[in-house]
């Protein structure tokens, strides 16, 4: 059974750093596209980070720079490290994995993530 759950969102002050994880079960990491999606309220879901299965990342220039994904094959974890945190990126941010082949998405439930003095 297929399953992602995010920890790691909070409260931090601008300028500040924060890391989200994204523990999975039942996602083989060679068989699946990973990312970190972000929603604020009133706003469509956008990319902030993604990871091909061959370890290849892509950032939108919003967060190139100050945001990086990593994730750990032995924890079966998923990580976003977020840097120099601004106001615009007080948002719910979620982890999914699509599978490479068939094109089905798994989700988290997201984390919230507020940036504010």
């Known amino acids: 059974q297929e399953a992602l759950v995010e920890s790691g969102g909070g409260l931090v002050q601008p300028g500040g750093s924060l890391k989200l994880s994204c523990k999975t079960t039942?996602?083989?990491?060679?068989?699946?596209?990973l990312a970190w999606y972000r929603q604020a309220p009133g706003t469509s879901r956008e990319l902030v980070a993604g990871?091909?299965?061959?370890?290849?990342?892509n950032y939108p220039d919003s967060v190139k720079d100050r945001f990086a994904i990593s994730r750990s094959g032995a924890k079966n974890t998923l990580y976003l490290q977020m840097d120099s945190l601004k106001p615009e990126d007080t948002a719910v941010y979620y982890c999914s994995a699509q599978h490479r082949f068939t094109g089905r998405t798994y989700w988290g439930q997201g984390t919230q993530v507020t940036v504010s003095s």
């Open positions: 039942g996602i083989a990491y060679i068989e699946h596209n």
């Open positions: 990871m091909k299965w061959d370890g290849t990342t």
